[in-house]
């Protein structure tokens, strides 16, 4: 799908349509640009797009060949940013991540969105209803709105990973967890990586900005980034490594949980086994095939080697107790 904002000072539209041709035609030179390119996986409709808007062929293979996250500082054509949006959505136990691309050029913003974005498909929804006021400004300053969005976005994306991490706690304090517990931990830190990789990718944009022969932010918006997403992007990086911390410790106490529950499993057996070895001993001696054994001649044998037996038992068990092995 195909979503088109233009403006400028006295105009506002939204367009959507899964044609290209479509959309192009309706694009105007005069007006500022953001293209949404939603679930598009279309490489000659991309390679129109990337035509029309003058741009290097070559950033085709980068949009369908995922190319490295973080800000592509090779070419001047554009500003090339490959992004991974940790989202809270969770399929298979897994947070999801939003892939695509950001490109900005003189008077226009292309997302290739290989998953939807949420928040930008709200942040349109504002500049539609005019709840933002964009008009006046240059894609730019869209460009700040969106990475905004995006950092805003993580707030509620690590108030859920919170959420989610105070009920392994529980379980994990509680000794009440197993292996599915740790592996839940697992899949968690591990699917949060790409939040690690987004962060480092804005980081560097706002690293780059302030080179004197980067063209594509202007100064006042330049004083946005780093007057606000700068301390914004320290926060929640600080935020991160705090819940990777905690994710780290809950393994750590888990791993512990279970290797105690398995060492006493251990214990038990190795009692167990402690108990019946002088029953095997006893049971083998007198299973012997010898012709003269006394014992077998009296009456009373019998019942008292099984009254040894038991008393061995007894006392075993007794002593386990008291040593506090069961």
């Given at each position: ?250 393994m750590e106490i888990q791993r512990d949980n279970i290797a105690s529950k398995t060492s006493e499993r251990i214990n038990r057996l190795t009692i167990l086994s402690t108990i019946f070895l ?38 075993s068990i007794a002593y386990a107790r008291q040593q506090r092995w069961l």
């Amino acid at each position: 799908m195909l979503i088109l904002l233009s403006y400028s000072q006295n105009h506002l539209e939204l367009f959507t349509s899964w044609d290209v041709d479509t959309v192009l035609k309706r694009i105007d030179g005069s007006h500022q640009v953001w293209l949404r390119c939603i679930h598009f996986r279309d490489r000659t409709g991309t390679a129109r797009i990337v035509n029309h808007f003058g741009l290097n062929p070559s950033r085709v293979d980068m949009i369908f060949n995922h190319s490295p996250t973080g800000i592509d500082e090779d070419m001047e054509d554009c500003l090339f940013d490959s992004y991974e949006i940790l989202t809270h959505q969770i399929k298979n136990r897994e947070f999801q991540v939003a892939h695509g691309s950001i490109i900005v050029g003189t008077n226009f913003i292309i997302t290739f969105e290989i998953t939807e974005v949420k928040v930008l498909s709200i942040l349109s929804n504002n500049i539609q209803k005019r709840t933002i006021d964009i008009q006046e400004s240059g894609v730019d300053y869209l460009l700040y709105l969106i990475f905004k969005n995006i950092l805003n976005n993580y707030h509620s994306v690590f108030d859920y990973i919170s959420r989610q991490l105070d009920d392994l706690e529980d379980e994990v304090l509680a000794n009440a967890g197993d292996e599915t517990t740790y592996k839940k931990i697992a899949t968690m830190r591990q699917s949060t990586r790409s939040g690690r990789r987004n962060f480092q990718s804005i980081k560097s944009l706002l690293a780059i900005i302030n080179y004197e022969d980067f063209q594509w932010i202007t100064q006042p918006v330049k004083a946005l980034f780093n007057q606000e997403l700068a301390h914004q992007v320290d926060n929640l990086w600080q935020e991160y490594q705090a819940l990777r911390g905690w994710m780290s410790e809950l393994m750590e106490i888990q791993r512990d949980n279970i290797a105690s529950k398995t060492s006493e499993r251990i214990n038990r057996l190795t009692i167990l086994s402690t108990i019946f070895l002088p029953l095997t001993f006893i049971t083998g001696f007198y299973g012997m095939n010898f012709k003269y054994m006394p014992e077998l001649e009296q009456p009373l044998a019998y019942p008292i080697v099984i009254s040894v037996i038991i008393l061995i038992v007894i006392t075993s068990i007794a002593y386990a107790r008291q040593q506090r092995w069961l």
